[in-house]
């Protein structure tokens, strides 16, 4: 499980004048993770499901290497 929130702020111009609209959502969701250690190399997986408690997810990939 995650707990996340999202935030954002944008501006809108009508005509000449500039309005400023932010905006937050917050929630939680459900986190998996993997990874692999092989040869002094290290890969892994995150993912993020519902993101800011909206359907919205996220993956990363994530390689590294050891040096010795």
Do not use: C
Not at 31 to 56: C, H, P
Request: glycine share 14%; charged share 15%.
């Amino acid at each position: 499980m995650h707990s996340s929130a999202l935030t954002g702020e944008q501006n809108v111009t009508i005509g000449s004048t500039t309005y400023t609209a932010t905006g937050e959502a917050q929630g939680t969701g459900m986190l998996f993770g993997a990874g692999i250690e092989y040869d002094n190399k290290y890969l892994s997986i995150t993912r993020y499901n519902d993101v800011g408690g909206v359907d919205t997810d996220l993956t990363f990939f994530s390689i590294g290497f050891k040096i010795q």
